[in-house]
């Protein structure tokens, strides 16, 4: 079984930053892309960024050059660095993995239980 876990989530004031991580547990072989959206309430969930194992980036248009996801593979761990945050980008984050596999399941796609970011003052 696949689980990921995130953490880092918490208040911070506006202007301020925070550092997400997400480990994937079990028994993986490799996990193909990673990345995080959000869910503000009232209002669908988005993507907010991914990375390929190959370490190509996207990011959604409204957090380009304030935040950056990174992957660390040997760990299956994968960061959302956020900075200069804003009041908008209040959500619960969640971690999404794609194209897991694990001893000898494949797993499509695995999402983290979602982790609390509020930007106020």
């Known amino acids: 079984q696949v689980q990921l876990v995130e953490s880092g989530g918490g208040l911070v004031q506006p202007g301020g930053s925070l550092r997400l991580s997400c480990t994937a547990s079990?028994?993986?072989?490799?996990?193909?892309?990673m990345g995080w959206y959000r869910q503000a309430p009232g209002k669908e969930r988005e993507l907010v960024a991914s990375i390929a194992k190959s370490s190509n980036t996207n990011y959604a248009d409204s957090v380009k050059g304030r935040f950056t996801i990174s992957r660390d593979n040997a760990k299956n761990t994968v960061y959302l660095q956020m900075n200069s945050l804003k009041p908008e980008d209040t959500a619960v984050y969640y971690c999404?993995?794609?194209?897991?596999?694990?001893?000898?399941?494949?797993?499509?796609?695995?999402w983290g239980q979602g982790t609390l970011v509020t930007v106020s003052s």
């Open positions: 999404n993995a794609k194209n897991i596999v694990a001893g000898r399941d494949d797993y499509p796609e695995v």
């Open positions: 079990g028994s993986i072989f490799s996990i193909n892309a």
